[in-house]
């Protein structure tokens, strides 16, 4: 039972660079995040999908969007990348829209580096 | 490794001892808690969770004790293990909202 599972593990780009980060879940759970991890700083939503076909801003969403393509898979785009994107970033899944108290779980990460 | 956390506040502990991590939390509409644990290089994993309508709840080695008065919450490790060594941090669900609000985390570190 592999969870949920991020693409790529690790990458470093150059500044004005795009890409997106892959995540999919196979617990067959109805919400999906995004998150980004700072150093001295807790987790911080990017954004969230409560469930296949929606998508909502979470509290940092400025130069990102998501596509959450069905419902196993949550992208997240970085269409002009900046130094201030260097991060880990976390993809998690909850069946929380089925079920209120649901833990979100998380994958492995991404280490991006911005140069 | 990473650093997670620069500036993490850090709980050293010996083999074998009974670890406590606490964690304050903001919101007095908080009605769902979760605590994680995050080693090097990974991602958080789901330790317990507790509701509101609990002031205690207990898994396997672990123990999570709400206090709503003081809005505190802590996890107690039993018999703390080396493979214990991580970062350990708390998650609060603001009731209404689809979303968790992260804590930074406490550094445990366990010598044998």
């Known amino acids: 039972n592999a969870g949920v599972t991020q693409t790529p593990k690790f990458q470093v780009l150059k500044t004005g660079q795009s890409m997106t980060l892959q995540c999919a879940q196979d617990?067959?759970?109805?919400?999906m995040y995004w998150y980004r991890q700072d150093p001295g700083m807790g987790l911080r939503l990017i954004y969230y999908?409560?469930?296949?076909?929606?998508?909502d801003k979470g509290e940092v969403p400025n130069g990102y969007n998501v596509s959450r393509l069905n419902k196993r898979e949550f992208s997240l785009r970085l269409e002009s990348a900046a130094p201030s994107q260097t991060s880990v970033y976390f993809c998690?899944?909850?069946?929380?829209?089925?079920?209120?108290?649901?833990?979100?779980?998380f994958g492995d990460g991404t280490r991006l580096s911005i140069l | 490794g990473e650093s997670v956390g620069l500036h993490l506040p850090t709980l050293s502990v010996q083999e074998g001892d009974n670890s406590i991590i606490n964690c304050a939390y903001s919101n007095s509409a908080s009605d769902y808690f979760i605590w994680y644990k995050q080693e090097s290089g990974k991602g958080p994993q789901f330790i317990i969770d507790i509701r509101s309508n609990m002031d205690k709840r207990q898994g396997q080695r672990v123990t999570v004790l709400l206090n709503k008065t003081v809005k505190h919450l802590s996890l107690q490790i039993a018999a703390t293990q080396p493979g214990d060594s991580a970062v350990y941090f708390c998650a609060e669900n603001i009731a209404g909202f689809q979303k968790l609000v992260f804590g930074t985390g406490t550094r445990l570190l366990v010598s044998p």
């Open positions: 998690a899944s909850s069946n929380r829209q089925l079920i209120l108290y649901q833990p979100q779980h």
């Open positions: 617990m067959n759970h109805n919400s």
């Open positions: 999908s409560a469930s296949e076909g929606t998508t």
